[in-house]
């Protein structure tokens, strides 16, 4: 594997479950493999989960490791090309990417949506300048349009869980006071997708349809209730607009979409799942956050799996 940034990288979903559960009985098996190879992570947005898993799996497998927060004491980055910089931005990318790769063997890149741009976001401008220029394997730690380390903890939590061989699995959009990326619940989607026999829903209100090239093959359904009847895993998230001129934009903050013990009732005795952060009382309330089918404690600790098997791969 050369890069991870989607599914599309890792070939067989099986193999890759069965190599993330072999890691998870010996997580130091390979703690040669990365013996004098160096990690650099790229961080330009917050992060508790991912910047402290991705150091924990390189760790485990003997790597050195240097994180950066572009936002925190480097150089303001340019990032289009042919502007006059007579601005407040010292450096521009095109250097500052491969200078990065000179330090490093491999570059773990955060860089969510901007919303300023629906083109440069769905281009996945900047990890692909990463590609392009750095020299090195680089993996994504949630970029503009995917979260696939997080999807896949959420797909060996899943099989860890699952009650019976296909269950069924309701992705549900949630009310939050901010515009947050769609990378979350597309990328969801994609590994929920590639899973044959899971019956995979969507929910959400009108207007919060996500990009058809993520979904595609998954069921909608607009009335949330409906939708969570016979769930066996309820993954909750919220997202801002994608379609049209409303592209990053809250529509509403409609707190009848928040998940609560009476919806859970609904379904057939459902896991709650939630990558995190997450705002209580919002997205879900205190009583299933807190409920013995929550999960979302689990799904966070396999977030250390899913690097390791990415990782591992990078290096091998
Ligand atoms: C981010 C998002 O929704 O993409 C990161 C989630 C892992 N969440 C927030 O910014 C709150
Ligand atoms: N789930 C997740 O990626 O969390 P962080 O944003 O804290 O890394």
Redesign the pocket.
Known sequence: MKHFTSVHDLGKLDEALAEAFEIKQDRYRYAELGRNRTLLMVFF???????L?TQKAALNLGMNVIVLDVNQGAWKLETERGVVMDGDKPEHLLEAIPVMGCYCDVIGV?AFARFENKEDDYSEKTINQFIRYSGRPVFS??AATR?P??SFADLITIEEYKERPNPKVVLTWAPHPNALPQA?PNSFAEWMNAMPGYDFVITHPQGYELDPAFTAGARIEYDQRKAFEGADFIYAKNWAAYTGNNYGRVLHRDRSWTVDTEKMSLTNNAFFMH???VRRNMIVTDDVIESPRSIVIPE?AN?EISAQVVLKRLLS
């Open positions: 947005n917050s992060s508790l989960r991912t910047r898993s955060r730690m949630e979260h380390l997080q979350v990558c995190l952060p966070a977030r």
